[in-house]
């Protein structure tokens, strides 16, 4: 093998961020010494990223089958089928370093990059949506990375013409240095074109479709690769720069591709380029790859070998064609304006049964690498955990009231994380493509499957607080809380996505928070007929020693039969009667009221467990909620989460600008800010016009529901004491986040 | 009333004008990719929203210069009815089909929400569906939709009757709040709002149902 | 042949981002400072050799392309 | 005191509107193109009136607002 210009050296091996005993593995596999685009190839398929190796023993035990699970975790994205013939493929991933590093770009290639995903597989992308979170407001840092994340995941995501229709966004110093931007995609396909990576035809060429390799986001190994490149101007960036435009030509193009039967297998470039897709596709195949390097469409001069197999420059996919229908394909991608190459073809696998990954350049031999041993020796770890340790729950009686509970409302409202969060949506196009029937601003999102009745709900959710103080019970709790929210507009909860965002695995509280989280997730999954389809998995985001709070954000997706029976969050009109469903107990640990009223920051063991999570009164209430909404008696929904009953009621209010008077049900055992800010589980709020019916129902249910008032006036009213308008509430609610972000800002 | 839609690299909103157009001529509605030389026979072309060429540069203005803009300024001038809606706007100006440009919104942010138009006028072939003065609902999204003319141009367009909608509460800096303009003979409409996107209550109304009735039912000369 | 085009706004034209980043650096604490103006830089390597050649070809880009002449100027240089 | 700043992206960093803009060059029959970077342009006029003190305050406005030091680089010219 020749261009071996260096020798292997520790600090090489280090560099590439192999431990010792990974390149003893290295040396196994290859017999021999790799050169250093192999060691490169090796670095970036054993990376965290790209082999799960802490996470994957405890993603085995998340449920990923039921009979509308088409396909679960392990390709680009998850596939459920939603009925005709119709299937619905989503993820979600993150893409929070980069976004911490350079906002805006960060924040739109993970938008660009979970949209390739789910087009990959053939589906045309339907909506986005993006969790959020952002240190605490006053860091001199929050307000430069809030613009440019929500101008970046705008920038993508608008161009592209595929509606951003919800997420979350919270604050919080734990990611003070330390921002996490998880970005989700849902795409429509037919179940017959539904396109999948493994590679299949010995002799098929190998295509490679899209924009231009350059030395785009090299990571960590940039030090080691500039000691053979000539170019020793300044050190290269080592951020990617998204082009929608260009993702924008290869989604149309794809699509007009995957039409015909000309693709056998595709793959995007994502994390770790062509390294990772074409290692992928030959691996998933069992077969190997002869690729030539000089073949690859390059952006820039005397790119090396080791430089163009670990680019990550965007918009770009690799795919395995029928023979004979390279000169039909050529014409699609060169219609649309977009480079296409043919780079290699599939080869058989050698007599130990494994294919090789073989890389030809300027005429050499310049890599050779077992697929099989590489894929199937990549390092899985059961890393040390600790469980999190268990806390008190906390009685409301020790719990202070506020002076002033509408008072105390309105700071809820208008503070950092309860108030509206339209000045992240309206920077997004949420209407494009004509189907957005509920917009942000309500539970889930609601986005009709074009040219049908059908529509498909989804939301992302997780309260990071919860999860702190108990992974177990926060992992439930996430999980519900998105099928909640998908209930409350009618839907039928299908699957989720989750992406785990935690801190250093090497540390065993920290692993202890993953694998009590993951615990939870699988019970609420089973419990709830709610499995996971696809995820992602991002560890180490911690900055000095302090991880940040635990974060396994969930994406939920659930279908409505027919549209038309939907119903939002605003109350259905003047003189309905509200009706409560579920039982409010005043659960005032790990609340909102604590930490925004009381000023706890929840961190120490004396804030209380978070609710407890009953996951058979979730199915209890929410089937039964769903029943109502879909006969048409209730006519609006909102789930109770953070803030509680009067925080639900406020943004009911807020939603139709309409009052309610309220019946004040506290009690001796259940003060009333206990029971107005209380976040107890398994409750909804809905209106109807016929609370009589609907509590019988309810009661053959044996469901817990409280007629607890009317819609009426402009105020919102709690017995005989508490009340103020719902313009002041509005008011405080709706500006809080413009003023914050009128204030300039720098880098 | 046959119709077609435009379809430049990464215009987005094409399909979405296409089913709004349906919608009320109960036919099918041609798609033109934008390498196509000839509209002869469509009585209303619609350039449609998007980002077009990744709104590099200038909105619209790489579209401006694609090779179906000959035809498309030809169909103009015999008097054919010429719609241009958000990126479709700003390639007619870029094109200097239409007066005025379309610059930065003010807030230098990108805008969706829904706002509210008043009607200025409902003599003509685009707005008869609608009461002069009429107030309706439409949503707009786009970062560039700050309409701005010199002062020569803006006496003009506004002494001739050319200005088609204006913002009851201007979301973007545009000159006299104006949101839509004809061309002087009154077949060409550019305006940022979508029309298009409401045409349908399942997705919170139909104010544009009247313009894209009302086009299509346009019995007045087209063409020549 | 290295070539550059300055394409400003004409005198007169609103500048929304000249006036956008000057309020801004105001409130960063930048005084003194009266105006702004924001406009676009573009690099051109072209194969011609022969300078007044370039330069007639770029300014038939100019006004093809890359200047919108309702309101924008531009400038050319060429560099070698 | 007038200056100007220029802002250009740092070598190897993609450049999708020069791409773009390339792309559209090359299709209105302009033959010969072999690179378009776009940057910005930036005018400022400040009070300062000191050539050194200026540059160092527009230093610091590059390094705070106007360029994004992780993809750009910047050039600043006191003009008088
Ligand atoms: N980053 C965001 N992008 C788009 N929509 C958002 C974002 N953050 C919040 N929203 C929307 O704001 C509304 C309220 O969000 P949230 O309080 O998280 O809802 P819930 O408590 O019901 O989960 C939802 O409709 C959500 O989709
Ligand atoms: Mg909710």
Known sequence: ??????????????????????????????????????????????????????????????????????????????????????????????????????????????????????????????????????????????????????????????????????????????????????????????????????????????????????????????????????????????????DPFTEKLLLEACLELMATDAIVAIQDMGAAGLTSSSFEMASNGGVGIDMNLDAVPQREENMTAYEMMLSES????????????????????????????????????????????????????????????????????????????ARETLKPSEVKAPDNLMAALKTMLGGANGSSRRWIWEQYDHMVMADTVQRPGGDAAVVRVHGTKKALAMSSDVTPRYVFADPVMGGRQAVAESWRNLTATGARPLAITDNMNFGNPQRPEIMGQFVGACEGIADACIALDFPVVSGNVSLYNETNGTGILPTPTIGGVGLLDDVSKTVGVGFGGEGQAIVIIGETAGHLGQSQYLMEIIGRDGLSADDGAPPNVDLALERKNGDFVRAEIISGAASACHDISSGGLLVALAEMAMASNMGATIEDLSGASTPIHAWAFGEDQARYIVTTSDPEEMLERAEKSGVYATLAGTVEGQELTIGTAHSISVAELKDVHENWMPDFMSHPEAH | ???????????????????????????????????????????????????????????????????????????????????GVCNGFQVLTEAEILPGVLMRNANLKFI????????????????????????????????????????????????????????????????????????????????????????????????????????????????? | MKATVHVTLKNGVLDPQGKAIEHTLSGLEFKGINEVRQGKFIELDINETDPAKAREQIDAMCRGLLANTVIENYEIEIIE
């Open chain 2, 112 to 224: 969706c929400k829904d706002v509210e138009l008043t009607v200025e006028r409902n003599d003509t072939a685009f707005t008869s569906g609608y009461a002069t003065g009429q107030k309706i609902t439409t949503p707009v999204a786009d970062h560039d939709g700050n309409y701005f003319t010199d002062d020569e141009t803006l006496k003009r367009i506004e002494g001739n009757g050319q200005v088609a909608f204006r913002y009851a509460e201007n979301p973007n800096g545009s000159i006299n709040s104006i949101a839509g303009v004809y061309n002087e003979r009154g077949n060409v409409l550019g305006l940022m709002p979508h029309p298009e996107r409401l045409v349908d209550s399942e997705l919170g109304g139909t104010d544009g149902t009247p313009m894209f009735d009302a086009l299509l039912n346009y019995s007045g000369k087209v063409g020549a």
């Open chain 1, 314 to 389: 965007q918009e770009r996919m690799l795919m395995v064609l029928h023979p004979g229908k390279e000169d039909m394909a050529r014409e699609i991608f060169e219609k649309w304006e977009l480079d296409f190459a043919i780079i290699g073809k599939l080869t058989e696998p050698d007599e130990s049964g494994t294919g090789h990954m073989v890389l030809f350049h300027k005429g050499e031999k310049i890599a050779d690498l077992p697929i099989d041993p590489l894929a199937a020796a990549s390092p899985e770890y059961d890393r040390p955990w600790v469980p999190t340790p």
């Open chain 2, 1 to 83: 009333m046959k119709a077609c839609v435009i379809v430049f690299p990464a215009s987005n909103c094409d399909r979405d004008m296409q089913v709004a157009l349906e919608r009320s001529i109960s036919k099918p509605v041609d798609m033109v990719w934008h390498r196509e030389s000839d509209l002869t026979g469509y009585d209303l072309v619609v350039v449609p929203g998007g980002f077009s060429y990744g709104d590099y540069l200038r909105c619209g203005a790489m579209a401006a210069r694609s090779p179906i803009m000959a035809a498309i300024k030809k169909h103009a001038d015999r008097g054919g009815l010429l719609l």
């Open chain 1, 1 to 242: 093998m020749s261009e071996t210009p260096n020798k292997i050296t520790a600090e090489i091996v280090a560099e590439h961020g192999l431990s010792e005993e990974e390149y003893q593995l290295v040396l196994e596999i290859m017999g021999r010494e790799p050169n250093i685009t192999e060691l490169g190839i090796f670095s970036v398929m054993w990376s965290e990223h790209c082999s799960y190796k802490s996470s994957k023993k405890w993603l085995k035990t998340l449920p990923t089958e039921a009979p509308w699970v088409i396909c679960g975790p392990g390709e680009n994205a998850g596939i459920i089928d939603i009925g005709d013939g119709q299937a619905a493929i989503f993820k979600m991933e993150s893409h929070n370093h980069p976004s911490y590093i350079e906002p805006y770009q960060g924040a739109a290639t993970g938008v660009g990059g979970i949209m390739r995903d789910v087009f990959t597989m053939g589906a045309r992308p339907i909506a986005n949506l993006n969790a959020l979170r952002f240190g605490r407001p006053d860091h001199p840092k929050t307000r430069h990375l809030v613009h440019g994340v929500v101008e970046g995941i705008g920038g993508y995501g608008n161009c592209m013409g595929v509606p951003t229709v919800g997420g979350e966004c919270e604050f919080d110093k734990s990611y003070d240095g330390n921002i996490l931007v998880n970005a989700m995609t849902v795409g429509l396909a037919s179940t017959d074109k539904i396109f999948y990576s493994a590679a299949a035809g010995i002799g098929y060429p190998v295509v490679y479709v899209g924009s231009k390799t350059g030395r785009d986001g090299i990571h960590g190994a940039t030090m080691a690769s500039t000691e053979f490149t000539e170019a020793t101007e300044d050190k290269r960036p080592t951020v990617q720069v998204g």
